[in-house]
């Protein structure tokens, strides 16, 4: 996008966010040099809540059992 003088960003503040929110960038300048740019944001991280998934995750019954067959496995034993 053509850089945009500092009179016209306050007049158009809105149209220049909602294009920011479009992914486009856009450089603000005074006297005719860049001085600040009208970036999107990053997408946020989805946030995380504890046992969201308790009642969709399964854990089965022998889960923390060691066997003799796993220790074999695992150590050559």
Known sequence: MEPVSIYDAKTHLSRLVA???HGEETVI???GRPVARIVPMP???L???PGALRDRL???PDFDDFTDE???DWYGA
Request: no cysteine.
């Open 70 to 72: 796993d220790a074999r």
């Open 47 to 49: 946030v995380r809540t």
């Open 19 to 21: 294009r920011a929110e």
């Open 29 to 31: 300048t005074r006297h």
């Open 43 to 45: 997408p946020r991280p």
């Open 58 to 60: 399964t854990i089965a």
